[in-house]
């Protein structure tokens, strides 16, 4: 996977854009600014936004030329990153480190998804925030049909509602959708698909 995503982001362009998630961008300014962490942050444009909006941002990914895609837009935009590169199973913070956490389109493997997101949740503190977004399980047919829209092959690396309630039980929901959106993020994301949103407050 790591190879997949270095070659991805080794492109000239942002192939997701410079811009940040919808929801993202919708829900973030909400919250009073503090430390958040962003897992999968790619190219950044999730953590730089968040970072225009006065968070102390922590990125995290497996790529290692995604991080000098991120810190380059980090500099046009005159912000910066905490950018760490690696595997998530090495990834160590001191538990309840962080006031927010974004996971945009952070798909694990689905043998590995209840273990991450646990691994993740401890690292928020009581009364943090998750913004999330991801492509549900009914997404399948929409990739079928354009596979321009992305997104993972396997049914068990989607999401749904269910799960959702399962990870993050011990949340407060803000909110929680499944949804049918139009996607036009960069060169991977455009076309309709279907996901998950959710926004929840650790108890």
Do not use: C
Request: charged residues 25%.
């Amino acid at each position: 996977m790591k190879q997949k995503w270095d070659e991805r982001y080794q492109n000239d362009f942002f192939v997701y854009g410079k811009e940040p998630n919808e929801f993202f961008r919708e829900w973030l300014p909400k919250f009073t600014p503090g430390t958040i962490l962003m897992p999968a942050d790619g190219e950044g444009r999730n953590g730089v936004f968040a970072a225009q909006q006065g968070w102390q941002v922590t990125s995290f990914d497996q790529s290692e030329a995604g991080k000098v895609k991120a810190m380059q837009l980090a500099a046009e935009r005159q912000v910066s990153l905490d950018y760490i590169v690696g595997d998530l199973e090495d990834l160590q913070f001191e538990a309840a480190s962080f006031d927010a956490m974004g996971l945009i389109y952070a798909h694990f493997a689905g043998d590995k998804k209840a273990q991450f997101h646990q691994q993740l949740d401890s690292y928020l503190k009581p009364g943090g925030i998750i913004i999330f977004e991801a492509f549900s399980k009914q997404h399948r047919g929409f990739k079928a049909a354009n596979p321009r829209v992305g997104g993972p092959d396997g049914t068990d690396d989607l999401y749904s509602k269910e799960e959702i309630t399962t990870y993050f039980g011990n949340y407060d929901i803000l909110m929680l959708e499944e949804e049918e959106i139009l996607l036009n993020e960069g060169q991977f994301h455009v076309g309709k698909g279907a996901v998950v949103r959710f926004a929840g407050r650790k108890k």
